[in-house]
């Protein structure tokens, strides 16, 4: 009798432990759940937010286009049109430091503009691709002096300017420094060299010697950030709208010059801007024919922001068209510390 207890006081503590078990597991599990479910919550709002952001950036930049504005009347007219009373706390009259944002989107000068929506808001900037260099347009003696510029090792530029050369060009002959199909054919996970124009710039990242450190600025400067594929015509890089990189790829500046070009660019308007380039250099002051739009969406009560971008034309007066979107965009330029 005694041993049958004894039995089935052992039964009772394993089921016990088991139902322990079970329990926390169950604990956990439902503790897992419910945080999916608001990060879930939280990345599908942000993501909306960003969306907003987006359309509201290309709306101003429809308006200035229907009215007949540009980087040298924004001043005059633009900023005192109704463009407010999307964001929280916004008039629907913007003078003062509205003007002077919304002046930032339609320059297209890569500034970062943040407005509040709803539970949250949104940072927005609006960069020309004309600001940009064509890695499909660029010759060979711009592209090596771009990489010198830069400050890249000189070894290394050799290999970067050629094996783009030999990855955008529609032969099969091999430069000194370059690689074609028995390169890439050989590779662990094979494919074969394009020998055709780069149709998006993450395609950089096919290309021998373009690591995704190199590409996305953690080893330097950031090619991504450097050329695009959108803008066209070969009238060069337009200083007008150029990034600090850019501008010093172009003209070969040190950073020490370049930003402060860059901040008496900001902080000029009308007419003044004309006399801040180098004489030669491509300047356009007309509203960017293809832009790309990022914008991040952030809540205020948590800490997951989500990024979306497109590339967009403007096509006559009152439309545009989407050339790509990116519904979730990693990494990238961070734009100044939120306030609060």
Known sequence: MRNARGIVLILVLWVMMVLTVLAGELARSMRIEGRTTDVYQQDVATYYLATAGLHRALYTILRAQQQGQNALNTGDGLGQQPFGGFGRGQA?????????????????DGRWKKEEFGEGGYWVRVLDEGGKININEVDEAYLRQTFA???????????IVDTIQDWRDSDSLVRLHGA?????????????????????PEELLLVRGVT?????GREGPALRDLFTVYNSGGSGVNLATASPLVLQAATGQDTEMIAELIQRRNES??????????????????????????????RNDGDITRRVAAVVQRQGVNSFRFLRWQDRVEGGEKPPQQDG
């Open 149 to 159: 510029n830069l400050k890249f090792d000189m070894e290394f530029s050799q290999l």
């Open 180 to 200: 074609e199909n028995d390169y890439y054919l050989g590779l662990p996970i094979p494919y074969p060299a394009k020998d055709g124009f780069f149709h998006t």
């Open 92 to 108: 629907t009259g913007a003078t003062g430091a509205e003007e002077e944002e919304v002046d930032v989107w339609v320059r297209g």
């Open 269 to 298: 308007s009308g007419a003044n801007l004309a006399g801040l380039f180098p004489q030669g250099g491509n300047v356009n002051f007309g509203l960017p024919q293809i832009v790309t739009i990022e914008s991040i969406g952030y």
């Open 212 to 216: 995704p450190a190199l590409f996305h």
